[in-house]
């Protein structure tokens, strides 16, 4: 048992008071809900994100429009708001359904379609059900009213968080937990998304929360109003609930298993299958109303491309086939790459420690309180009831379907601040925590996740707008980083620190040319001589990317006026070298294997840190300002 745990709630007579939790809901609802309201969205927001711009669509076409068929008043809509556009809007072409059938094999139904013979009309290819949600709070507070409508979602989830929770414990313990699970996680960060992440998040948990809050709460002590939360109402409402998170993201169907297996367990069978029945109808109508929009089950399959600086109606001459650079559905899986045999065991086995400490989407960094959920369950004897296994299945069972399926790019690809796919997911840990009764014990996932988070949560538009920079100093720089993710890391979105070209040099060298993904800001780079200065009193981090492997990699390190003092390391390895002003010296290591990113290009971690700098302009430059330590230029021989 770990220090702090207690008996549950239902072997301790004095009732539950919901007042701390109303005042924690009501404090969240005013602080997150003012700001929704009163932001100027579009210039704190600097521009669209990821993939705003298709649901931000979206939602104003249902509020003005009354349909989700994309338009030239649509896109002419968008720039009121946003000087740049939709910038990354997913645009499809519909279809016309001639037959259809069903079938054994998913998604267990098919269907015989023709192209849409009006060229002109096109669909967004992205699910529906959040803007749907969103356009009543669209229609009366306008772009903000995505972000009221998280705020309401944030609330109600604390207001959830705290009763399940003080329904085991005291008011306080159970406050100070339920606060910890959304603040000082990177759930508060896509508040200012317009997203699904915390919509999806928001439905996880109240899906849970309906069906587990009967486990824990004495309906002596529950009010008249909430007793459907203890009987059969409450399994089938969670059920509905899953079916609409699934069809805003397929991997919400793997919260459902869960609850039917233990309504199985429980001998319940008939509940288990109305829910079921009741879970497959709703994302089956979902799904259906979305082939009677476009013609297509799939909203992310077919023709379905992005557009990034010109869009489809834009001029007379934008038309979609002219402008799409290359077709984006998600028809099928490469299962020739996800399963490549020579690296899906080497995938899995990394994928599995960076998921839970991996610097750029680690659930210990990012999402702390499910690694205290998991602890405390693990440790705590008297919290391991049944029904908290399911649970568990619920949560852990997407890890693992996730680092298989999508090896890589689970964090939810480029430009994602932590993992956006584990939101979902993530609602599912809360229901592991275990009766606590020191607050002391509670404060740990403040402190742990406040270290990480704080200047996350703090400026939320800034980190979204920057998804990477916060991984370039503090407690981060101690946390691996993850190669199975290369592609898709945040700080991709500068690129003029990733996939810079080096080595290639003249031909008399005769070296061949790589690629390096600078991980800092501690590194200057000189294209002009394919080398880089690593700041003064400072330690570069940097990835280096090949087409095949390579035996040495060499390290011209020159110093500048001051003698300066140079580690250098390669996987693991390192060398040490003092140079006095103006000296040259070479470092050679063997390369080894690397890792083999998706089994075609070996990538290689390194570092080099310099002990000392200098600022040009005090030694004849006037106008180089930069604090330099060493400069490097980097070989790789075959």
Known sequence: MIPGTAAPAAQIGAPPSARAGLLLAALVLCVY???????????????????????YMMGHSLVRDGDLTYRRED???????????????????GSDVLDAGLMLKPPFFWLRTQPDPDRSRLFYGKS?????????????????????LHAVLLALVIWCAFLFLHAQMRAAVAALLAGAFVMVT???????????????????????????????????????????????????????????????????????????????????????????????????????????????????GGSRAPFYHEFPFQTPASEFDTLVSGIHGR?????????????????????????????????????????FALVAFALSRSGRSGWRYFALLGGVGQILVMIV??????????????????????????????????????????????????????NPFVTSFKPGDHTKSGPFRLLPIEL???????INNDPLRVRQWFGDNPPEHKDPGFQIYFLDDNAFIDKADRSFWVKGVARAELLIKT??????????????????????????????????????????????????YQGRWPVWTASISASTGFVPIFHGDAKDTRFLGVRVKPMLVE
């Not at 809900?33 to 649901?55: C, K, M």
């Not at 298993?257 to 288990?272: D, G, K, S, V």
């Not at 790019?409 to 994602?416: F, I, L, M």
């Open 33 to 55: 809900g003012g700001l929704a309201v009163g932001v100027n969205f579009p210039r704190a927001a600097i521009g669209i994100q990821s993939d705003e711009a298709t649901y």
């Open 75 to 93: 896109l002419v809509r968008v720039w009121k708001e946003f000087d740049s556009g939709p910038s990354g809007v997913f645009l499809k072409r």
């Open 128 to 148: 529906y059900i959040y803007p749907v949600f969103a356009a009543p709070f669209v229609m009366v507070f306008g772009t903000n009213g995505f972000l009221v």
């Open 186 to 300: 990177v759930v508060p960060v896509y508040f200012v998304w317009i997203t699904p992440e915390l919509f999806n998040f928001a439905l996880g948990v109240f899906a849970y929360f309906c069906w587990l809050y009967k486990e824990v709460a004495p309906r002596e002590h529950v009010g008249r109003r909430m007793q459907w939360l203890l009987d059969g109402r409450s399994d089938l409402i969670a059920a509905v609930l899953l079916g609409i998170a699934t069809f805003s993201k397929l991997w919400s169907a793997l919260l459902f298993p869960p609850l039917a297996l233990y309504l199985i367990w429980r001998r319940n069978i008939r509940r288990a299958t109305v829910a079921s029945a009741l879970f497959s109808i709703v994302t089956a109508a979902l799904f259906a109303i979305n082939v009677a929009i476009s013609g297509e089950w799939n909203y992310q």
């Open 331 to 371: 028809d099928d899986v490469m299962t020739d790459v996800i399963f490549n045999p020579s690296v899906v065991w080497t995938n899995f086995i990394h994928n599995l420690k960076w998921f839970f400490i991996g610097r750029h989407a680690g659930l210990v960094p990012y999402y702390f309180p499910a690694v």
């Open 405 to 458: 399926g999508v090896p890589y790019t689970w964090n939810g690809g480029g430009g994602s601040v932590g993992n956006r796919y584990f939101m979902g997911a993530y609602g599912a840990f809360l229901f592991l925590l275990s009766p606590l009764t020191r607050m002391s014990t509670a404060l740990v996932p403040w402190i742990v996740g406040g270290l990480f988070m704080a200047p996350l949560v703090l």
């Open 484 to 490: 199975t993710l290369v592609n898709d890391w945040p």
């Open 547 to 596: 087409d095949r492997p390579m035996k040495r990699l060499v390290l011209q390190l020159i110093a500048g006026p001051e003698p300066v003092d140079v580690e250098a390391e390669l996987s693991g390895r390192s060398q040490t070298v003092t140079l006095g002003p103006g000296d040259s010296q070479q470092l050679t290591f063997a390369m080894g294997d690397g890792f083999p």
